[in-house]
């Protein structure tokens, strides 16, 4: 390589200006919502080193377009690349809130579409963390074309690879879209919320008045909306559990989920149940010390754990081998099947169907919820979702 050329100067002229786009004051920006930078998000993800970054260079699309106070910015908000967690391939991308707001111009799109394409090919997982205000106001319908690219690939891969989101900040507008396409949504306590319309939308079309928490946090997205499977309360134990859930997936749907060695526990299952199961049927008792009693030790990965807590769902090895858990909890209103359970049943067996994990089912279940309010809302509708899930499932 010819070290004094003018491309070898170009070269480290641009890596100057990358290193100065991520400087300690736009670190700081982030640091003091509680948030890390989007490339200390990638770090803590990936295995020391592994992290292959692609398309850094690349500038917004606006550039040539007349307008504001644009920068120039490299990476266009988004860093995208693959590399190994806990030894295997998988795919990324982490939105910058420091570069105009995470926004996704249609650079930024293309970038997000170009990776998700490449783990499709790969057969591999990929992981999208998002902090975005959403479309790129500035670069108008571009923008929603952009967001077209990713929705119809995050559609397109829909169990073939598994396809996880991560909101460590605002996703607004658009950016709540993706999400709500995935396989399973983390979010951040208290330094994520995910609204289609932010709460100045809601006061000037509604007169209302409601803080971003009340409206998009994850309490409420958690507890109540259910868009959000897991919460964590800071972005390092998000993460961390994120690549502990990863352990237990597939990376595709031709391929069998990761075996972890044999724990050895072989608990004397009938005396315990006995203590645990109550010999009267009205009596309620906690499923999960049924299923812990099952599974191999501390094995018990619970998913959406906060929304319609009377049917328990979730991931955990017997043998060393991945199994989905959809278990009736009596615990909670008797372990009745309503709207809520219904619903967050199907999804979870349709996804264990389409990555190979064989359900367990614990069922301790006085029917379906009566009255209005069910019925009015969909009980049939929604029941029949678990019922075709479960008939449509072709693992053991
Ligand atoms: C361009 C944006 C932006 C956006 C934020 N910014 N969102 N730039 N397009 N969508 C810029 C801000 O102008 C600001 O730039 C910087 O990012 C930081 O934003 P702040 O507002 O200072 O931050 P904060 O107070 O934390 O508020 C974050 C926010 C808010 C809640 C996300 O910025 C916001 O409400 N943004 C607009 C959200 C929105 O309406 N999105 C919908 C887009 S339409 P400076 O230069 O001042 O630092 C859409 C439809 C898609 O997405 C439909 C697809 C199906």
Redo the contacts with the bound molecule.
């Keep these: 390589m010819d070290l004094s050329g003018k491309n070898y100067k170009a070269f480290i002229e641009r890596q100057e200006a990358l290193k100065k786009q991520y400087s300690p004051a736009n670190a700081e920006k982030q640091h003091s ?1 509680g948030k890390l930078t989007a490339r200390e998000r990638i770090n803590l993800l990936f295995d020391s080193g592994s992290f292959e970054e692609i398309d850094t260079f690349v500038t917004p699309a606006q550039q040539t377009v007349e307008f504001g ?1 644009l920068e120039r910015t490299y990476g266009d908000g988004v860093i995208v690349g693959h590399g190994k967690i806990n030894g295997r391939l998988v795919f990324a991308y982490s939105q910058d ?1 420091t570069v ?5 111009g249609l650079v930024h799109a293309k970038k997000i579409a170009k990776i998700q394409e490449m783990a499709l090919k790969m057969g591999a997982p990929i992981i999208g963390m998002m902090d ?7 670069e108008g319908v571009a ?2 074309s952009g ?1 077209a690219a990713i ?1 119809h690939n995050i559609i397109n891969s829909s169990g073939i690879i598994p396809q996880l989101c991560v909101i460590m900040g ?1 996703a ?4 709540v ?1 993706s999400p709500a396409l995935c396989d399973f949504v983390f979010m951040v306590n208290r330094t994520s919320y995910m609204f289609v ?2 709460p ?2 809601v006061k000037e079309v509604l007169n209302e008045e409601i803080s ?1 928490e009340e409206l998009g946090g994850a309490e409420v997205h958690g507890r109540k909306s259910g868009v959000a499977h897991m919460i964590y309360e800071d972005e390092e134990n998000t993460i961390m559990a994120l690549k502990k859930f990863l352990a237990y997936l597939p990376s595709n749907n031709v391929e069998n989920p990761p075996v972890h060695a044999d724990d050895g526990s072989t608990p004397d299952i009938n005396e315990k149940l006995r203590d645990i199961v109550p010999d009267d049927p009205n009596k309620a008792y906690d499923v999960k010390d049924v299923i812990n009693l099952i599974i191999d030790r501390n094995s018990f990965f619970e998913t959406a754990e906060l929304y319609a807590p009377n049917l328990v769902t979730g991931f955990a090895r017997l043998k060393g081998k991945t199994i989905g858990i959809v278990a009736n909890q009596p615990k909670v209103l008797a372990g009745v099947l309503d709207i809520d359970s219904s619903t967050k049943g199907a999804r979870f067996i349709r996804f264990c169907d389409a990555f190979n994990i064989p359900i367990l089912t614990l069922e301790d279940v006085p029917g379906f919820l009566p009255g209005k309010d069910q019925e009015h809302s969909g009980i049939i509708r929604h029941g029949a979702k678990l019922l075709f899930a479960y008939s449509e499932a072709s693992v053991p």
């Design positions: 919502k106070k809130f105009m707001g995470g926004s996704l975005s205000g959403g479309a790129r106001i500035q923008s929603l967001y929705f605002p607004a507008g658009g950016a879209y319309t932010g100045n939308v971003s």
